[in-house]
């Protein structure tokens, strides 16, 4: 059967006439399920005719054996219900999306160790027989899901891509024909596509026989069209994505783009009868621990809000990019009045929120001092990397006894040789005989815990003493993008201290998103922390280098971290509403036990976002795992926070 949308050197024909898509990405994965609908309605309300998502693998197959496609991960559920706002639908399977989601949507377990191979040794994205075997498991279970879904088959999905951007990556053309083969093969019929930057470097490596090309941008849209008519003629013009925003890394300034400019872009496609696929439409959230990374050098982790700058903000609202897109929108197709479409949609231009209000903090338990970090835990011969051990996200508990040995420095003053983690990914916080010691990223590697300044805390006047450390290690996003792509996450080259390797370590993984009842339940047992300490203004991570003297109170509020900080707010009915996280360090956030996402007070996001229904109507439980500074307050806000990042 011929797909129903058929490639003309004139354009795209649908139903022997011809189409321009208007398309927007919206990513299920990156909504609570209950507000799809509102988020494909105000697409409907922007002009467009389809929506376009990728699938995240690790979603649907977290673990070895294990498949869901329920709650968030309902890709069949979310294409109906585009289908029945009258939405056609681009799928983007991957199997690789890229995306800014951890791992590029990889699951850590299958770019971690594969059986029998050296860890790393699986040559991802390329037609190595065993990265293949995964693929094609992973297809078998996912196609089935979409194909029926077809336009030929009475559904709404008119255009399947096979990889993604894959000219930015390899050129093994044998892998690209293998994914394409296994589409066709499992039923895709509609229209096959390829996707890559808007050039010739970029298009030899990512296009195959018998997927039309489309071209990635977000700027400068005359020159792409002059280019597409030399490398892709003869053939229909699109641009799968059109950048008109950007995402935020931890510590960088937040991206915004004047409306107008990306206005002006969008008019130049479409007046040139370019087909054109808006991302985002909707940037989303990316909850729990999924946001993902680039590295060109250190890591750069995302921000747990993917607004995007997107015309349809993270809680919805349509902005000022909304209304120019649809003014643009508007020359090409018939469009109703906005407030009359509005209104037979049933939605709302901003939605409802909560009113602004202080949430206040109820204890502070301090995490060291309760069960869940000093019970016994497995011993590994090395410190074990979060894939060996089994660890999709969250963080890794690694303790044992090292035997300290005092040293002599030049000036004479006792020490202690530094603790060196070779292979750090991502960042890790030092306690040695419960002592706060430093923290340590990747920055540099080996990365130094220098422990001298704790020397006579440590040996308490003796020549030699054996200690518990104890290392955390947070893995803050697998590399999206790029050579860094499937980089394991721990401790990879392992602890040096004095003259050799440690080795033996207990390892008690922590996944945090799967632990907000069971933190809850830390907090309301644990020891609370003391008014004093509370109040102390040094509770924070730059306390750990103090003088061990100076200041009695600071000290011990330091020594506390990490701790639980149990808060909560009251709703007279659900509805969004933004968690202010300003006042606090760096962390886990949960509302209600789900985990809404990781804060950082280096910015540039500064509240997150908590939809409607992860609030209940009367009293709603916070809690926050914080690692480096008890927060002086938090709060409700109406709207999104956003500062200027200080990474000093």
Known sequence: MPSTLIPTPDGLLRDGAPHLIVSGAVHYFRIHPEQWRDRLRRLVAMGCDTLETYVAWNLHQPAPGTTTFEGIADLGRFLDIAAEEGLDAIVRPGPYICAEWENGGFPGWVTGAPS???????????????????VDAWFDALIPVIAPRQATRGGNVVMVQVENEYGSYGDDLAYLEHLRDGLRARGIEELLVTSDGPARMWLTGGTVDGALAT???????????????????DQPQMCMEFWNGWFDHW?????????????????????????????????????????????????????????????????????????????????????????????RLGIAAEPAHLAPAEVPIRSVVAVRETE?????????????????????RGLLRLSREIEMVRTTGADGAPGVAPLRLHGLHDRAWVFVDGIPAGIADDREDPAVVDLAPLAE?????????????????????????????????????????????????????????????????????????????????????????????????????????????????????????????????????YVNGFCVGRYWGIGPQQALYVPAPLVREGENEVLLLELERVPARLALSETPIWSTPNTD
Not at 219 to 227: D, F, G, Q
Not at 268 to 290: D, P, R
Not at 375 to 387: D, G, H, M, S, W
């Open 116 to 134: 029998g191979r050296a860890a790393g040794s699986l040559r991802l994205r390329t037609r190595d027989p065993e990265y293949l075997a995964h």
């Open 215 to 233: 071209v990635n941008f977000g700027s400068r849209a005359a020159e792409v069209l002059e280019m597409a008519a030399e490398e892709l003629p």
């Open 251 to 343: 510590g960088e300034q937040h991206h915004t783009r004047p409306a107008a400019d990306a206005a002006a872009e969008l008019a130049t496609m479409l007046e040139a009868g370019m087909s054109v696929n808006f991302y985002m439409a909707h940037g989303g959230t990316n909850f729990g621990l999924t946001a993902g990374a680039n590295q060109d050098g250190p890591l750069e982790p995302t921000t747990t809000s993917y607004d995007y700058d997107a015309p349809i903000a993270e809680d919805g609202t349509l902005t000022e990019k909304f209304h120019a897109f649809r003014d643009v929108i508007a020359r090409f197709r018939d469009l109703p009045p906005l407030a009359e479409q509005l209104d």
């Open 372 to 392: 869940r970090f000093t019970r016994p835990a497995p011993v590994c011969i090395a410190p074990p990397t979060f894939e060996e051990i089994g660890l999709e």
């Open 457 to 589: 805390r440590i040996l308490r006047g003796e020549p030699y003493r054996t200690v518990r450390v104890d290392v955390l290690v947070e893995n803050l996003g697998r590399s999206n993008f790029g050579p860094h792509l499937g980089d394991r996450k721990g401790i990879v080259g392992g602890i040096w201290q004095g003259v050799r390797f440690h080795d033996d370590w207990e390892a008690d993984p922590w996944p945090l998103e799967e632990m907000g009842a069971e933190l809850a339940a830390i907090a309301a047992g644990g020891p609370a922390l003391s008014a004093d300490a509370l109040s102390a203004d040094a509770l924070s991570a730059d306390a750990l280098t103090a003088d061990a003297g100076a200041n009695a109170v600071a000290e011990a509020a330091a020594d506390a971290l990490p701790v639980l900080v149990s808060a909560s707010f009251t709703a007279d009915s659900p509805a969004d509403t933004f968690l202010d996280v300003s006042a606090a360090g760096h962390g886990v956030a």
